[in-house]
């Protein structure tokens, strides 16, 4: 269970041990640059640049999650003797990582954000889409707002604490992690919990609740820019729950009328920007039986354009939000004993579910820019512009091999369209475990197709099986698509398609593996294995 536990607590001891045992040791053993990045896709193409005068290396291992890696002390010790770091970031790292580089980069080493800064470099970006076909609200936590004016940067993180919660039963908000690990963040029984998220950035939980009635949740925010500074209070707001019961009859906190929410995609919300609380949701757009939802709550305040309401979505003021947990969102409590805060095995609660299987912190904007070779090319250049500013007696040799990568992605771009192109429209559905993927799809006119993913809190019910099969069936896809390094997750997905008589293929979204060690070989092998399992009618 979570006791207010700080996500910058690791970074932290880093420190010390990065401090006390690498002074004034910057730089290569070998005297090549020494660069770290975050993960291997990166390390790659930092040294497809640099050639032999850069020694570049990735701090995620190989095979490994970046969405989910926790840095060591020996981490921070090789960030400590860098020459430059490269992060992706857009929150696709977690932030101890990121807290890990920043707190133990050379001050006059470069720190580069590649998918923020490479826009200036021709890179595009898209929203994360989320739309898995629940039939239920599909429910999260989310911090908005960039928090400049508060001092935030991208190591702050927002303190969320339930100061209040009252209903018939138990209300406990939790997250089942990557191997079925339940962890708390509010639970009606004991208040002191609470959880950090960084800024801009959101997460999926489970909402469970033991019996039926109203509920109210008070949520509050604290921006902690570290440091030893105080907590800067933000704002708080109570949101109420309709568990069970008609939900436009249930008054909302504010004793207005209520703004029902019932589908689609929505965050419980602090804004670093304005200090308030709301709902942000997409579910205005589903249909017009719902009420209308107020403006953001920014609308009314000038000068603050960082947290208006992006098309399709909807802040609506936590005092007017009645949030639907239906009937039909009952499932039983597992037998096994890390889920005993829910109650007796075997009993019946009411649960939104998390959905997502592992913890899944990010932000609005999709961070897996370089499934776009175009944004490959634009890292490449930001990563030539920064070695020659680090060695500059070596600008020709980074400027010559620029340009020959630059060629041979250009082939990687041609090749990747010209084999997606083959596939029959009707056949480019692209199912996976993993949203990694919107940029390929965005650039070489696949689509990524939602569909229902099994509550990971226990095994599967029947009828979430039969919806995963019904969703495969009524798209006709030819074969769904897992990652090398996340076949765990994959399982349900996995043993549906084999009923079905799709076929199980592989692709690869942020890491590489023994057989594609390269982002070149990486992005050949995905087009080959969505032409090769898509493309042919049997």
């Known amino acids: 269970m979570r006791r207010g536990r700080r996500l910058g607590g690791a970074a932290v001891a880093f420190v010390v041990l990065a401090a006390g045992g690498c002074a004034d040791s910057s730089g290569s053993a070998s005297g090549k640059v020494n660069v770290v990045s975050t993960t291997e896709i990166l390390a790659d193409l930092v040294q497809r640049v640099g050639g032999e005068r850069v020694e570049a290396s990735s701090l995620v291992p190989a095979g490994g999650d970046p969405h989910s ?35 133990n980069a050379p001050k006059d080493a470069p720190n580069v954000s590649l998918a923020e800064a490479a826009e200036s470099y021709g890179a595009h970006v898209i929203p994360l889409v989320e739309d898995i076909g629940l039939d239920v609200l599909w429910l999260g936590l989310r911090v908005r707002g960039s928090g400049k004016a508060r001092g935030a940067t991208r190591t702050s993180s927002v ?43 959101h997460t999926h939980l489970n909402w469970a609740f033991t019996k039926p009635g109203v509920y109210h949740l008070t949520l509050e925010g604290k921006l ?41 995609h929505t965050d419980l919300t602090v804004d670093l920007d304005t200090g308030q609380v709301y709902a942000y949701s997409d579910t205005q757009r589903a249909g017009q039986s719902r009420q209308s939802a107020a403006p953001h ?10 947290t208006s309401a992006t098309p399709g979505q909807t802040a609506v003021p936590a005092g007017r939000v009645v949030i639907d947990v239906p009937g039909k969102a009952l499932e039983t409590v597992p037998d096994d004993p890390r889920f005993s805060f829910l109650g007796q095995p075997g009993t019946q609660i009411h649960q939104l579910p998390q959905a997502v299987l592992g913890k899944h912190v990010h932000g609005e904007i999709d961070p897996h820019l370089w499934e776009d070779v175009a944004n490959a090319k634009a890292y490449v250049q930001l990563i030539r512009d920064t070695l020659i500013n680090v060695d500059p007696d070596g600008q020709q040799v980074y400027q010559d091999n620029t340009k020959v990568y630059l060629r041979e992605l250009d082939e990687l771009d041609g090749y990747v369209r010209a084999q997606l192109a083959k596939i029959p429209v009707d056949r480019r559905q692209l199912i996976t475990t993993h949203d990694a993927f919107g940029y390929l799809a965005s650039a070489y006119g696949m689509k990524v197709a939602g569909f229902v993913v099994p509550n990971p809190a226990q095994e599967p019910s029947v009828d979430q099986v039969r919806k995963l099969s019904e969703t495969i069936q009524n798209l006709k896809v030819p074969a769904v698509f897992t990652e090398p390094n996340l076949a765990q997750r994959a399982s349900v997905l996995t043993q549906v398609a084999h009923d079905r008589g799709v076929r199980v293929c592989s692709i690869y979204g942020d890491s590489f593996d023994d057989h594609a060690r390269s982002y070149v070989a990486m992005m050949r092998h995905n087009a080959d294995e969505l032409l090769l399992c898509l493309g042919e009618k049997k």
């Not at 339930?162 to 208040?191: C, H, M, V, W």
């Not at 704002?235 to 909302?252: L, M, R, S, Y």
């Not at 709550?297 to 960082?306: F, I, K, L, Y």
């Open 159 to 201: 303190r969320l604490t339930a100061t209040k919660i009252d209903g018939p039963g138990k209300l406990i908000a939790y997250l089942t992690e990557s191997l079925g690990q339940p962890d708390r963040y509010f639970d009606s029984t004991n208040l002191a919990d609470s959880t950090m998220l960084p800024p801009a950035a």
């Open 69 to 103: 890696y926790e840095p060591t002390p020996k981490d921070a010790k090789r960030v400590a003797k860098s020459d430059v770091t490269f992060t992706n970031h857009l929150l696709l790292e977690p932030q101890s990582l990121i807290k890990t580089i920043d707190a």
């Open 224 to 264: 902690d820019n570290g440091g030893g500074k105080p907590l800067q209070p933000l704002g708080q707001g109570t949101f109420t729950f309709a568990v069970g019961v008609e939900p436009h009859q249930v008054p909302p906190a504010d004793g207005g009328k209520p703004t029902v929410l019932d589908a689609g």
């Open 297 to 306: 709550p920014s609308e009314s305040q000038p000068g603050v354009p960082a």
